[in-house]
Nanobody, 129 residues
Framework: QVHLVESGGGLMQAGGSLRLACAAS????????MGWFRQAPGKEREFVAA????????TYADSVKGRFTISRDNAKNTVYLQMNSLKPEDTAVYYC??????????????????????WGQGTQVTVSS
């Protein structure tokens, strides 16, 4: 059974930093692009960042560009999201996901959550002002 498990969330003051981790078990995702998404209370889930299978390509939402960094360690089957200069509007449940479709595009970054078929349970990030 495939599992993606996020960790590293918590409560932080504005301006602080957190590092989220997403560990995969049950299979390797070293050939899949990976993404981070978030959902704030009362809002739809939105794209945050994505990384290609090799780590050579990344893309970010405009709202986090320059503050967040996505990375991966394929040897550990883990993806990270370093979040700096946190703002109250970053408060949300953060989800990691592995791209599963289309088959020809698994390795390429995508901002479309419908192209991700494996999801973690989420980790709460709360930023106080």
């Amino acid at each position: 059974q495939v599992h993606l498990v996020e960790s590293g969330g918590g409560l932080m003051q504005a301006g602080g930093s957190l590092r989220l981790a997403c560990a995969a078990s049950g299979r390797t995702f070293s050939s899949n692009a990976m993404g981070w998404f978030r959902q704030a209370p009362g809002k739809e889930r939105e794209f945050v960042a994505a990384i290609s299978w090799s780590g050579g390509s990344t893309t970010y939402a405009d709202s986090v560009k320059g503050r967040f960094t996505i990375s991966r360690d394929n040897a550990k089957n883990t993806v990270y999201l370093q979040m700096n200069s946190l703002k109250p509007e970053d408060t949300a449940v953060y989800y990691c996901a592995a791209r599963s479709r289309p088959a020809w595009g698994l390795r390429v970054v995508s901002r479309n959550e419908n192209e991700y078929g494996y999801w973690g349970q989420g980790t709460q990030v709360t930023v106080s002002s």
